[in-house]
C-alpha cells in the first residue's frame, strides 16, 4: 500500500471515535446528508502549461461531484478555497466554469474562501442529499456479489500521456481535463437496489477500486480484463491509471438484473485474506500515490 494509507491507519489510531473515517463520504444518515472534501495542488494534480483556469475549475469540481455520485447521493452545495497568485481575469474564467459545472448538476455554490499562496491550490467541499437513497460503503460487498462498471478506463491516464508528450489528439486529453461522470448510473444504483452494495469512484485507478473493495469487504475479487470498457490499448492505463471517475461497484446478483448502466467485470468470493485477480492472475496493488 501507499505512505497515504499508512497516514490513515495513523489518523484512525489518534482519533478516538473514527466510525465516520473510511470512504470517500462521511454519511450523516440522521440529517440525511453526505460530506466530500478534497483539494486539487498545481504541479501535483495539474499543471498550468496545458491546464487553464477553466479548466482546473471543471476538474476542481467535477472530481469532488465524483465522490457524492459515487455514494449514491445527489450533490446539491459546495463550497470553494481558492489560493494562488489571483487575478482578475483567472478569478472571471475559474468562476464562470464552476457556474457552468454546478449548473449542470443542479447544485448551489454556498461560500469559500479567497487568498493568496505561491501555487494554485483549490480545496472543495460537496454537500449531497442521501434522502430515498440506498447509499454504499466499500464494506458492503459480499460473496457473489457482482462486480460492476460504469465508464472507461484509462482515458485519462492516455490523455496525460499526450499533453506531457505533446501529442495532438483530443479526445483523451479532453477526457482528462474535463472528467465524464455518470450521474444517471448514480441515481439508477441508488434508487434502484434492495441490498447494500459498495462503491467507488476510480479517481485513483480501477484497480484501487478493486482493492479497496476487497479488503474492506474481507473478499476475493476476480475480473476479467477483456470485460473492462476502454479506449487505450494500454493495460497499464487501464488497471493503474487514475482520473477517470468512473464508477466501480459490487452488487447483489438480483439487483444487478434491474442495473442498465454497469457493466459486469467480475465477481466476489469470500475470503479471510482478501486478494483481487485479472483473469485469474493475481494482481498486485498499485494505485496513485499523493505522496511521490
Same mark, same amino acid.
Given at each position: 500500500?501507499?505512505?497515504?494509507?499508512?497516514?490513515?491507519?495513523?489518523?484512525?489510531? #489518534?482519533?478516538?471515535?473514527?466510525?465516520?473515517?473510511?470512504?470517500?463520504?462521511?454519511?450523516? =444518515?440522521?440529517?440525511?446528508?453526505?460530506?466530500?472534501?478534497?483539494?486539487?495542488?498545481?504541479?501535483?494534480?495539474?499543471?498550468?502549461?496545458?491546464?487553464?483556469?477553466?479548466?482546473?475549475? =471543471? #476538474?476542481?469540481?467535477?472530481?469532488?461531484?465524483?465522490?457524492?455520485?459515487?455514494?449514491?447521493?445527489?450533490?446539491?452545495?459546495?463550497?470553494?478555497?481558492?489560493?494562488?497568485?489571483?487575478?482578475?481575469?483567472?478569478?472571471?474564467?475559474?468562476?464562470?466554469?464552476?457556474?457552468?459545472?454546478?449548473?449542470?448538476?443542479?447544485?448551489?455554490?454556498?461560500?469559500?474562501?479567497?487568498?493568496?499562496?505561491?501555487?494554485?491550490?483549490?480545496?472543495?467541499?460537496?454537500?449531497?442529499?442521501? =434522502?430515498?437513497?440506498?447509499?454504499?460503503?466499500?464494506?458492503?460487498?459480499?460473496?457473489?456479489?457482482?462486480?460492476?462498471?460504469?465508464?472507461?478506463?484509462?482515458?485519462?491516464?492516455?490523455?496525460?500521456?499526450?499533453?506531457?508528450?505533446?501529442?495532438?489528439?483530443?479526445?483523451?486529453?479532453?477526457?482528462?481535463?474535463?472528467?465524464?461522470?455518470?450521474?444517471?448510473?448514480?441515481?439508477?444504483?441508488?434508487?434502484?437496489?434492495?441490498?447494500?452494495?459498495?462503491?467507488?469512484?476510480?479517481?485513483?485507478?480501477?484497480?484501487?477500486?478493486?482493492?479497496?473493495?476487497?479488503?474492506?469487504?474481507?473478499?476475493?475479487?476476480?475480473?476479467?480484463?477483456?470485460?473492462?470498457?476502454?479506449?487505450?490499448?494500454?493495460?497499464?492505463?487501464?488497471?493503474?491509471?487514475?482520473?477517470?471517475?468512473?464508477?466501480?461497484?459490487?452488487?447483489?446478483?438480483?439487483?444487478?438484473?434491474?442495473?442498465?448502466?454497469?457493466?459486469?467485470?467480475? #465477481?466476489?468470493?469470500?475470503?479471510?485474506?482478501? #486478494?483481487?485477480?485479472?483473469?485469474?492472475?493475481?494482481?498486485?496493488?498499485?494505485?496513485?500515490?499523493?505522496?511521490?
Amino acid at each position: 500500500m501507499t505512505k497515504e494509507f499508512d497516514f490513515l491507519n495513523i489518523i484512525n489510531n #489518534k482519533i478516538d471515535d473514527s466510525s465516520y473515517l473510511g470512504d470517500d463520504c462521511a454519511y450523516l =444518515k440522521e440529517y440525511n446528508l453526505v460530506i466530500s472534501s478534497d483539494s486539487l495542488i498545481e504541479d501535483v494534480h495539474f499543471s498550468r502549461k496545458y491546464m487553464t483556469p477553466f479548466d482546473i475549475a =471543471k #476538474k476542481s469540481a467535477l472530481s469532488n461531484i465524483s465522490d457524492i455520485l459515487a455514494s449514491g447521493a445527489k450533490p446539491e452545495f459546495m463550497t470553494i478555497n481558492l489560493s494562488g497568485k489571483l487575478n482578475d481575469k483567472f478569478i472571471e474564467e475559474f468562476y464562470e466554469s464552476v457556474n457552468e459545472t454546478i449548473k449542470e448538476y443542479d447544485m448551489k455554490l454556498i461560500g469559500g474562501d479567497l487568498t493568496t499562496s505561491d501555487k494554485i491550490i483549490v480545496a472543495i467541499t460537496v454537500f449531497g442529499n442521501t =434522502k430515498g437513497k440506498n447509499i454504499s460503503s466499500r464494506k458492503n460487498a459480499e460473496d457473489g456479489y457482482i462486480v460492476a462498471v460504469s465508464g472507461e478506463f484509462g482515458s485519462s491516464a492516455q490523455g496525460l500521456y499526450n499533453l506531457q508528450n505533446n501529442i495532438k489528439e483530443n479526445y483523451f486529453s479532453n477526457i482528462h481535463k474535463h472528467p465524464v461522470l455518470d450521474k444517471e448510473a448514480s441515481r439508477e444504483i441508488a434508487e434502484n437496489t434492495k441490498h447494500p452494495y459498495a462503491m467507488m469512484d476510480s479517481s485513483d485507478g480501477l484497480s484501487d477500486c478493486l482493492f479497496q473493495i476487497s479488503t474492506k469487504s474481507n473478499v476475493d475479487i476476480k475480473a476479467e480484463y477483456n470485460k473492462i470498457p476502454k479506449k487505450t490499448n494500454n493495460k497499464d492505463f487501464v488497471l493503474y491509471g487514475g482520473e477517470d471517475y468512473s464508477l466501480v461497484c459490487a452488487v447483489h446478483p438480483d439487483d444487478f438484473k434491474n442495473l442498465k448502466g454497469f457493466k459486469a467485470i467480475g #465477481k466476489c468470493h469470500k475470503s479471510s485474506n482478501p #486478494k483481487v485477480f485479472i483473469d485469474n492472475i493475481e494482481t498486485e496493488y498499485k494505485g496513485y500515490n499523493h505522496f511521490e
